[in-house]
């Protein structure tokens, strides 16, 4: 088990130990997240499960959050901009508030999975995480940063200053997070499943709450969804075969695309893994985004002809037309991924997130609604101009690495806009570079956005005097932090199955074994 905390990872590893797969040992982490990470995920998040077992096909289970609005189409509220201090020198705008919530997803998709490809009663993997929002969860350092910048937004309403806030300041590091209404959400849902949380009580407190607040998430919104089975987007690199998430998430896609780039163009130096980075950016149009939502996008945007015109320029060092003037200003993403293998190769690769949180939590219910309607990165087109019914579109990116059909290597990440040269760059690391995971996950990286090259210490110095040769404009960072990722993995040796787990010290991640 690789997650984000120390008690996600080790309730994953306990069902392991206890004879469950690594879908069941997944939802335990995930849902114990929920309290051990709780700013970046929960019942009112939504996220992706890929799910690899070497006797039967690799699927995506597809609970991202949806856009609502059926029957309440005209919002009566405007979003809130809230600044939020990633660093000193640089606040960054997150939009919250009721006009903020979409459709949440993880209620659905955890049951879905469990139903599907788990084999341990709902019942039994909420006792642990039900018993910890109880009691109360001491808050590590790398929490108590999460909770200090997202202050205004844990903390905008009555509701969430109670819970993050009870002393009149936000919790610190070595307090107790405890939130006794998701511990009675968690029983519930072991109880009874998610019709509580689509069609029952559950989900009419929360309709109406955000309704009332100006908000457009129906009751129909909440009975309408259902998780999706999809087919995973793959690419060839290194001989290896990479799956990951597919459209109408744009993040996958591009790792693919990425990674085909550099497999073309026979390198994995740190200027061609920058080249491949931009030719991803600069392939980000208005076009794009529309035709995530067409069936066959992936098939059509991985062709031969785009891959070899890329290649040409990224193996001549020439940057594409439109470099440098591409993609919009980054945002911290508060997501958080898990990765499970067991004894038997499975492998359950999965992320989650609520955005920033919207700042609504519904009281009765445990739930913090997610502000996906309000973040810019997953809206490029404007706000509230994606139909109800569609699902927003992710960066978040679950991915597994096979090797003549065995895993290799399970991984995603948690940071917006960084996932995808989080876990391109994780993947180089353990296949050409021959790293172990946690080697691989904790090496420096850089990340391509918006004209700028945002590089960790420890980077290779003449790549990046390379870079700026070609025009790039460089941002080096002065310590390791989590605006570059959050990257949890698992790699497999195919031949002996000797596992090694890498946990992102940048988002304070740990490995368990069983």
Not at 84 to 92: A, L, T
Not at 168 to 187: C, K, T
Not at 241 to 255: A, H
Not at 422 to 427: D, G, R
Request: one cysteine or more; charged letters at 20%.
């Amino acid at each position: 088990m690789a997650a984000g905390h120390p008690l996600t990872a080790e309730a994953g590893a306990r069902v392991l130990r206890e004879g469950g797969n690594a879908v069941d040992a997944a939802v335990a982490a995930v849902l114990t997240s929920f309290v051990a990470e709780s700013p970046l995920t929960g019942l009112g998040a939504g996220g992706f499960m890929l799910i690899h077992d070497p006797t039967g096909e690799d699927v995506l289970l597809d609970f991202f959050v949806e856009v609502p609005g059926r029957t309440v189409g005209e919002r009566r509220s405007e979003l809130l901009p809230i600044p939020v201090y990633f660093s000193p020198e640089q606040p960054q705008v997150f939009n919250v508030g009721a006009a903020s919530c979409g459709v949440p997803g993880t209620a659905a998709g955890l049951a879905r999975a469990l139903d599907g490809f788990g084999s341990v009663p709902l019942a039994e993997l909420v006792r642990e995480p039900a018993r910890l929002a109880r009691e109360g969860v001491e808050v590590n350092a790398q929490q108590a940063f999460i909770f200090k910048i997202l202050d205004p937004i844990l903390t905008n309403q009555p509701e969430g200053a109670a819970i993050y806030a009870p002393a009149g300041r936000i919790l610190l590091e070595g307090e107790r997070f405890v939130f006794g209404e998701l511990a009675d959400a968690l029983e519930r849902y072991g109880a009874e499943g998610s019709e509580p949380f689509y069609t029952g009580e559950v989900a009419r407190r929360v309709s109406e709450w955000v309704v009332e607040r100006g908000g457009t998430l129906g009751a129909d919104d909440l009975a309408a969804y259902e998780p999706q089975i999809r087919d995973p987007v793959g690419a060839r690199y290194a001989g290896r075969y990479v799956l990951t998430n597919p459209p109408p998430s744009s993040g996958g896609v591009l790792i693919a695309f990425a990674l085909a780039l550099l497999d073309a163009a026979g390198s994995s130096n740190l200027a061609t893994v920058v080249a491949a980075m931009e030719e991803a950016q600069v392939a980000r149009t208005e076009a794009f985004f529309h035709g995530l939502y067409e069936e066959g996008f992936a098939r059509q945007f991985l062709t031969q002809e785009r891959l070899d015109g890329a290649a040409d320029r990224v193996r001549a060092g020439t940057r594409p037309p439109e470099a440098g003037h591409s993609g919009s200003g980054d945002r911290l993403g508060s997501t958080t991924h898990i990765t499970a293998v067991d004894g038997n190769g499975r492998c359950a690769s999965v992320t989650c997130s609520n955005g920033t949180g919207s700042g609504v939590i519904v009281p009765g219910t445990g739930i913090h609604v997610n502000n996906m309607l309000g973040e810019e990165d997953l809206n490029p087109l404007g706000f509230h101009m994606t139909p109800a019914g569609r699902r927003v579109t992710s960066m978040m990116s679950p991915t597994v690495v096979l090797r003549n059909g065995q895993l290799e290597m399970g991984l995603g990440s948690g940071g917006s806009n960084r996932i995808r040269s989080a876990v391109l760059q994780t993947i180089i690391r353990v296949i050409a570079d021959g790293m172990d995971a946690q080697e691989a996950v904790t090496a420096p990286r850089v990340h391509y956005e918006a004209g700028a090259v945002q590089a960790e210490p420890g980077v290779d110095e003449r790549g990046l005097d390379t870079l700026a040769a070609r025009g790039f404009q460089l941002v080096h960072w002065h310590e390791r932090n989590l605006f570059f990722g959050g990257v949890h993995g698992v790699a497999r040796d195919p031949v002996t199955g000797r596992l090694t787990g890498g946990g992102d010290p940048r988002r304070g991640g740990a490995v368990a074994y069983a």
